[in-house]
């Protein structure tokens, strides 16, 4: 017998015998798009850090929406940015808010075809840019901010979001929120935790996007980027607080974290495909660096092998059109 005699390469010798093996494959479906709304806003503003990522106002919010509709996508995750920030946060109970109104819109136009998610957080509310409310010594307040949660997760609800998305990594804050929905009669509305979310440089473009006024860091609530099991920790202690989806977040440089998690829970699993890591791509493809199309595929690709069933992703609408060609 000629040696190699155990020859992998032949699964891989044409295009028909690669698809017929390929172990994985996301779908539209399973991709989220990300969308900012700007309260007052009569015309787009886009975003510098994120090439073809723009601050929506509320029409061009809804054309996206039937875009991502038409794109056949899983869903949208709405992000409010209030003409008005102060220490608390208003503008995210106010049933006026922006974030709250946009909710309304895009139910009321997609609300069939599409889930519809939101963020339920501080950060884009408050004039000091945290993810909840200080005390008097200037640290985020774990407690008093499960309040301003709870009461911003029923305002989300009565607005008729499908999931909300708590992203603040208070202790405490899944079950906080399933109680205060509970107590609403809210029973049906799910909760998708951003459950192992690390204090990650990569979020640095959307801080833009949410004209963000952050001093400081967010160190004391999200966690070190050297934990893996403090992470399934997480996100074990987010399903029996009553988390419908867990979420990992950034997602490529915590794929382990990914894989650790989606074997330890029995929920779907999301990851967030965060502003930092589009940025990287569309920069290096602005200089002819790196083939845009491929590195968007396999970013994707490389998120859902590692364990994401659901993956939220900025090219959400151009990866719909790009996985079915
Ligand atoms: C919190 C939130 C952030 C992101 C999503 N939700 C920012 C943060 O926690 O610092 C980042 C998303 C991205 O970078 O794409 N509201």
Redesign the pocket.
């Known amino acids: 017998m000629t040696y190699p005699d155990i020859r992998p390469r032949r699964l891989r010798r044409t295009p028909a015998l690669r698809r017929l093996v390929a172990e994985s494959g996301i779908a539209p479906r399973q991709l989220v798009l990300?969308l900012f709304v700007r309260e007052g806003a009569t015309e787009t503003t886009p975003i510098s850090s994120m090439p073809g990522v723009v601050q929506h106002t509320r029409e061009t919010l809804k054309k996206t929406a039937n875009e991502a509709v038409a794109a056949g996508l899983g869903g949208v995750m709405l992000?409010g940015i209030p003409e008005e920030k102060d220490a608390v946060g208003s503008g995210a109970v106010d049933p006026h808010g922006i974030l709250n109104l946009a909710i309304t819109d895009v139910v009321a136009e997609v609300g069939d075809e599409l889930t519809v998610m939101s963020?339920l957080?501080?950060?884009?509310f408050t004039d000091h840019g945290h993810?909840g409310v200080l005390d008097g010594d200037g640290n985020v307040d774990n407690d008093r901010t499960l309040d301003v949660y709870a009461a911003m997760a029923v305002a989300q609800a009565a607005a008729g979001v499908d999931l909300v998305a708590p992203?603040?990594?208070m202790d405490g804050q899944v079950r906080m929120i399933r109680s205060a929905l509970d107590a609403e009669e809210h029973t049906g509305i799910g909760i998708l935790a951003?459950s192992a979310?690390y204090a990650?440089s990569?979020?640095?473009?959307?801080?833009e996007?949410?004209d963000?006024s952050?001093q400081g860091d967010?160190r004391t609530y999200?966690q070190d980027p050297a934990n893996r099991l403090e992470g399934v920790r997480e996100a074990k202690l987010d399903v029996s607080e009553g988390a419908d989806i867990v979420m990992v977040?950034?997602a490529l440089g915590y794929l382990d974290v990914l894989s650790a998690v989606k074997d330890a829970v029995d929920v779907p699993v999301a990851a967030?495909?965060?502003?930092?890591?589009?940025s990287m791509v569309e920069a290096a493809a602005a200089r002819g660096w790196i083939d845009r199309e491929a590195a968007i595929l396999e970013t994707l690709t490389s998120i859902h092998r590692a364990g994401a069933d659901i993956v939220l992703t900025?090219w959400a609408l151009e990866a719909a059109q790009l996985l079915k060609r």
């Open positions: 990300p992000f963020d957080c501080l950060d884009e993810c992203s603040g990594m951003y979310k990650s990569f979020y640095g473009p959307f801080r996007a949410v963000s952050l967010r999200q977040k950034p967030y495909n965060v502003s930092g890591e589009y900025y």
